[in-house]
């Protein structure tokens, strides 16, 4: 088993910045992608953003782009997201997870979750 745990989500204000970190534990794969998702009160989770092993390849949900960023310390088994020009839009519970080998954006591909963290961003 791999225990994912989240840390960094609390309150900013609109145009704020949030720095997410997500530390894994316990049985690590070879290779493995790491990834955030998020959900909003009364709506499905979603992928926000991914990132491969070595950290060449990253994908982002649309309204993300160009304002957040993830990134990786393998050596800490440790992904980040850096969230910055925060939008009231992007309160949800932020959620890391992890599955074997190449991106994906669908939940169901992912193998472990965290516990999530709360973000909110008021206007």
């Known amino acids: 088993q791999m225990q994912l745990v989240e840390s960094g989500g609390g309150l900013v204000q609109a145009g704020g910045s949030l720095r997410l970190s997500c530390a894994a534990s316990?049985?690590?794969?070879?290779?493995?992608?790491m990834a955030w998702f998020r959900q909003a009160p009364g709506k499905e989770r979603e992928f926000v953003a991914a990132?491969?092993?070595?950290?060449?390849?990253?994908y982002y949900e649309d309204s993300v782009k160009g304002r957040f960023t993830i990134s990786r310390d393998n050596a800490k088994n440790t992904v980040y997201l850096q969230m910055n020009t925060l939008k009231p839009e992007d309160t949800a519970v932020y959620y890391c997870?992890?599955?074997?080998?190449?991106?994906?954006?669908?939940?169901?591909?992912?193998?472990?979750w965290g516990q999530g963290t709360q973000v909110t961003v008021s206007s």
């Open positions: 990132i491969t092993w070595s950290g060449s390849s990253t």
């Open positions: 316990g049985r690590t794969f070879s290779t493995y992608t």
């Open positions: 997870a992890v599955k074997q080998y190449s991106l994906a954006t669908h939940v169901d591909a992912y193998d472990y």
